[in-house]
């Protein structure tokens, strides 16, 4: 079937704005993740969904920045206030449950904050 | 906490030559391994990875990469590689395959003809 999508695909917008960037998994992934890719940062983890359990927040960089997964699927993440220092590409990937099962990447949303 | 170091920012190799890609990690045990690529305005497309047994893993596209745990190494090879391997490759790491990746800073791939 389809792969990992992303939407928008870019975003520009203001600083101080709210922003809201989606992911939809590869249908039956159970785990769901969150990358940022940045030119000062390289790629870092954001955040991680596995079924029902608590997600690992442990890679958000602030409070401005939370995210949600709804009915185990979609996922949004979401960025208050935005900052210069946000514009980046985010990246979301899914696996399925197992060990050895291993993560397929979206085409990124690129964000771009003025 | 782990960490990947990838020690080569941008390498520049003829096309027909033979390629190496270094990678480094640091981790209390042996990792699952990953080598992805990114073209340029796409994501991250998955190479090949390690989990255990045979240390010279096969991926799509004619890489592959050898593990080895006395030098904490995972490094990808082509034998031959060819105009459209330019790209920016990534190594990473995780406890598991289900788990949160480490990635290295990437290395850029640049093919001269």
């Known amino acids: 079937g389809a792969g990992v999508s992303q939407s928008p695909s870019n975003k520009v917008t203001e600083k101080g704005k709210d922003v809201e960037l989606r992911c939809d998994p590869i249908s039956g992934h159970t785990a769901l993740y969150w990358y940022r890719q940045s030119l000062g940062q390289g790629l870092e983890f954001l955040i991680y969904f596995q079924g029902n359990s608590a997600p690992d927040k442990s890679g958000l960089p602030s409070d401005r920045f939370s995210a949600e997964r709804t009915g185990g699927s979609v996922s949004t993440l979401t960025i208050q206030r935005t900052q210069q220092e946000d514009s980046a590409v985010y990246l979301c990937?899914?696996?399925?449950?197992?060990?050895?099962?291993?993560?397929?990447f979206g085409p990124g949303t690129r964000l771009t904050v003025l | 906490a782990q960490s990947v170091t990838q020690p080569d920012i941008h390498i520049t190799v003829s096309e027909g030559a033979s390629l190496e890609l270094r990678c480094n990690y640091s981790?209390?045990?042996?990792?699952?391994l990953f080598w992805y690529v990114q073209s340029p305005g796409q994501g991250l497309q998955l190479l090949l990875k390690y989990f255990s047994g045979d240390t010279l893993v096969q991926g799509i596209k004619g890489f592959e990469a050898e593990f080895k745990r006395s030098q904490s190494s995972f490094n990808l090879r082509k034998p031959s590689v060819h105009w459209s391997d330019a790209a920016e490759y990534f190594c990473?790491?995780?406890?598991?395959?289900?788990?949160?990746?480490?990635f290295g800073t990437g290395t850029r791939l640049t093919i001269i003809p």
């Open positions: 981790y209390g045990a042996t990792p699952y």
């Open positions: 990937a899914s696996s399925g449950q197992g060990a050895t099962d291993t993560q397929y």
């Open positions: 990473a790491v995780a406890p598991f395959g289900n788990e949160k990746l480490t």
